[in-house]
């Protein structure tokens, strides 16, 4: 296993939410605070890059290249890592160009990054094409990988350090990229975590099972699928609700796509659980800027 470098701030802050776990009904409900771990913003990326970019650095490469959506977290996390590091930083995002440069996009600029448009063009493609003519290291979607799964390994030890008897408590977690629930799932057991499917992989239980590589059976992962509504990137009335009452509770802020999916998944009780539950916020706030339907 490589050795990461260091990005962040650890351990991350774990806080009791009572009003939310009275609401819920639950006899204890903590958020885990990876949104406040320190660079750029924060949230779950930074783990991740931490296992990346070491990999980056490892290989000699001056220049880093990934993809993403947008609003895209883990794009507006490499480039600041990027930045941390020394690294140049090429971004491909989908879609054509966008003139009203808002949320994570700002941010993306701000620290640096060369942002390349898709436009049309399948995304994996034009990565490929710009890591070649750069000859800069690529990293995955979402920071995700066999290698980058470790950071929630650490996280997993993190909360078993925090959390009173972790093994009667469950975590809930949003589902993207898949590499954040399957670190956790190989420190804490697939019987521990929840995931919610946020749509960002059309298998997300295969894309968890794949990044553990150790025959998993996708049928024991516990996943939620009844919070996509019409798709990743898009706002449903249950995230809008589930924004507004986690801030309106516990004075925390959500974001549309990843935590937002997790809190209504627990608020609809569409994801069952016990009276124990460790919420983890993967960050994403500058995304609630940016977003066309906030």
């Avoid at 939620?224 to 995230?239: H, K, R």
Wanted: glycine content about 14%; charged content about 20%; proline content about 6%.
């Amino acid at each position: 296993m490589i050795e990461p470098v260091s990005l962040g701030t650890w351990p991350t802050p774990l806080e009791p939410a009572p009003r939310l776990a009275a609401r819920l009904g639950l006899a204890e409900l903590w958020f885990k605070r990876d949104d406040l771990n320190g660079l750029g913003g924060g949230g779950n990326k930074i783990r991740k890059l931490q296992y990346t970019c070491a990999e980056a650095l490892a290989s000699g490469a001056d220049t880093v290249v990934t993809s993403g959506a947008p609003q895209s977290n883990h794009a507006r996390l490499t480039a600041a890592a990027a930045a941390r590091l020394g690294l140049s930083c090429v971004l491909v995002l989908d879609g054509p160009p966008v003139e009203d440069r808002r949320g994570n996009l700002v941010l993306d600029e701000l620290a640096g990054a060369e942002i390349v448009w898709a436009d049309g063009r399948p995304r994996e493609e034009v990565l490929a094409a710009e890591a070649e003519k750069r000859s800069a290291h690529v990293i995955p979607f979402g920071g995700s990988s066999p290698t980058s799964v470790q950071g929630y390994v650490d996280c997993g030890r993190e909360l078993r350090a925090q959390v009173p008897d972790i093994d009667a408590a469950e975590v809930v977690v949003a589902v993207g990229s898949g590499g954040t629930m399957a670190g956790l799932v190989r420190e804490l057991g697939a019987e521990r975590v929840i995931g919610v499917d946020c749509g960002a992989r059309p298998d997300p239980r295969a894309t968890v099972s794949g990044l553990l590589g150790d025959g998993t059976d996708p049928a024991d992962l516990r996943i939620d699928g009844s919070q996509v509504g019409a798709g990743y990137g898009t706002l449903t009335e249950n995230v809008r609700a589930a924004l507004a009452t986690t801030a309106r509770d516990e004075g925390i802020y959500l974001d549309p796509t990843y935590t937002g999916r997790a809190m209504a998944a627990l608020l609809s009780g569409s994801a069952p659980h016990g009276d124990r539950v460790v919420f983890l916020h993967s960050g994403g706030l500058p995304g609630l800027f940016g977003h066309p339907q906030i």
